[in-house]
Structure formats: structure tokens, C-alpha cells
């Protein structure tokens, strides 16, 4: 079984490594472009990629996928199946035609639940207590392919960040993965997608860390600092305009005014408050909540927007 495989990020390894320890032949790792990264912007290579060479094996960094000498480049493997986890761009359809198995996502929800880039994140942030893993065949329609097989009910803990979760996700994938290759080799049914059941999540932004202290309760910042470690975090603006990232809270029902900073650095907002235990205060390093104001005094009773 010749595999082409696609992916990116750490999550990406664990399916990957497994195909490699069962013996299939991985014949190229498509991975996403080095990126400058850190504040001394080093150019660095992919997670995957990085795992792809020290294991020998030939990577390829096409910037956009759809480019016409990437499927001329790809088409020369001649490839049984695509598997896909994580990579990072959509693949067009002359791609997803290319091997005589087909192309094979690995999915971190139970589809056609949270379909899109941030099924992980949509999770935590829904307060659901399990998730699971889809491996449906790709069509020209956002995660919407037939299931092939599932994982279901794994738990997601009140401790669980996008992190920690992702990489329960993964490394249960790898099993899963090489269960379904031997399925597709025996030629097993696919199971059609429920449409009216479906419902989607898009990409993470920056912005959508930015706590609104008029709209958001306690349970769902706490529930976004989780779904956003390690990126983008949760954050406001102090009265100072310095950005507050906050690592670490705790939950109140009391009410105080909302968005305002107490002495004891609890902050009002929907329906209670929470309590800011630790922070990153722009261009600082972390402390705790205390120790912030302590030497910020001036802003108790201030708002943050």
C-alpha cells in the first residue's frame, strides 16, 4: 500500500508514525511551508516535517496545493490513498481522485458534528463532556465525505485544553487509522453523513480570544481559556491600553460591575464573576493577579475593555 500523507501540526505525528510501524510504504509527507516563528523570526520547519526527515522520508512543501506542477509532482508516486490529518489547505478535487483507494480524512469530532478547521476548540467551548474521531472519505464539500469508521465517546475532561485534548485525539487516531486502512483494503461500506444533522466551525482567530465582559458568563470564559491554550488565549485592554492575557481564574457567581477590576482583581461580567488568579501582562512576564495590582494600583476599579 503506497500512502501519500498530508498534515502539519503536532497532532498530525502520532497517525503518521503509525503507518510507518505497520510496515505501509509512505512514498512523500505533504506538510505546510517553513514559517518564521518566535520573536527572532527563525524560519522553521513543520512539526511533521521535522518527524518526516528524521525518519528519511521524502517531504514535500508545495505554498499553495493547487498549483498545477504539485499534482504533476504528486501524480509521479502513483499512489494507493491519500490520508489527510491537520494539513492545512483544502486539496482539489483532481487531487482527492488521484490514488485507486481514494483520500481519507481523519477528523477530531464525531461528524457530521462541528465539520471545519477547529473541531477540538468548538468542543471545549460547546461544554461538551465527550467528542471522538470520524475517518470519512474526501468530496468537494467541507468534511461532508461518507464515514468509513469512528471512534466514539472519548472524555473530555474540565481540565482538558484545545492542547491536551488534541493530543489525546491524535494519539488514539493512530490505531483507528491503521483499522480502517485494512477496512478499505477488504473494500467495508461507507455510512452516509446525516446533512440535517451537521453543523461547522471555521478558523481560530486572534480576536475571538477578547473576553466581552457584557455578554460572556463565567462558565464560558472559563471554557474559552481552555479552548484557546495555547492560542490565541484569553485577553482584555486595561484603561492603560496594555494587553492582559489571563492563564488562570477562578469562578464566582457574585455580582460585581461588569468589566470593572475589584481590589481582589475580580471582574464582573454575565450572570456572575470570575477571579483573575494569574496573567501575562504585555511585555512582562507572568505573575499572579496580586502581584499585577500591587504595583498597578491605579487601575482597581477601572475598566477593561
Not at 501519500?4 to 510501524?21: M, V
Not at 485544553?161 to 477496512?183: C, N, P, R, W
Not at 477562578?250 to 477590576?261: D, P
Request: aromatic share 8%; hydrophobic share 40%.
Amino acid at each position: 500500500m503506497n500512502i501519500i500523507y498530508f498534515g502539519t501540526p503536532d497532532w498530525a505525528i502520532p497517525p503518521l508514525e503509525g503507518l510507518i510501524s505497520e510496515g505501509f510504504q509512505v512514498s512523500m509527507v505533504v506538510t505546510q511551508p517553513d514559517r518564521l516563528t518566535g520573536r527572532k523570526k527563525v524560519l522553521t520547519p513543520s512539526a511533521v516535517k521535522a518527524f518526516a526527515l528524521q525518519r528519511n522520508l521524502p517531504v514535500f512543501s508545495p505554498i499553495k496545493i493547487k498549483d498545477r506542477d504539485v499534482f504533476s509532482h504528486l501524480k509521479q508516486k502513483n499512489p494507493d490513498l491519500i490520508i489527510v490529518c491537520a494539513y492545512g489547505q483544502i486539496l482539489p478535487q483532481k487531487l482527492l481522485g488521484l490514488p485507486s483507494f481514494g483520500s481519507f480524512n481523519i477528523h477530531f469530532s464525531i461528524l457530521p458534528k462541528f465539520r471545519g478547521a477547529s473541531p477540538v476548540q468548538a468542543s471545549i467551548l460547546a461544554g461538551d463532556s465527550t467528542t471522538g474521531i470520524s475517518i470519512q472519505k474526501m468530496v468537494m464539500k467541507l468534511d461532508a465525505g461518507p464515514i468509513l469508521s469512528e471512534k466514539k465517546s472519548i472524555e473530555i475532561l474540565k481540565s482538558d485544553t484545545s492542547k491536551t485534548l488534541g493530543e489525546k485525539l491524535s494519539a488514539q487516531s493512530k490505531d483507528l487509522l491503521i483499522e480502517s486502512i485494512h477496512q478499505i483494503i477488504a473494500n467495508k461500506g461507507f455510512v452516509e453523513q446525516d446533512e440535517s444533522k451537521a453543523t461547522f466551525c471555521g478558523l481560530i482567530k486572534k480576536e475571538m480570544g477578547r473576553i466581552n465582559w457584557i455578554e460572556d458568563t463565567p462558565e464560558l470564559i472559563s471554557r474559552k481559556l481552555r479552548a484557546y491554550d495555547p492560542w490565541p488565549g484569553i485577553y482584555s485592554y486595561d484603561s492603560d491600553g496594555k494587553r492582559i492575557n489571563f492563564l488562570a481564574i477562578e469562578l464566582s457567581s457574585h455580582h460585581t460591575k461588569l468589566g470593572v477590576i475589584q481590589n481582589d482583581f475580580s471582574i464582573g461580567c454575565k450572570d456572575g464573576s470570575v477571579k483573575v488568579k494569574r496573567i501575562k501582562p504585555e511585555g512582562k512576564r507572568i505573575m499572579t493577579g496580586e502581584e499585577f495590582l500591587r504595583g498597578r494600583s491605579h487601575l482597581i476599579n477601572t475598566l477593561l475593555s
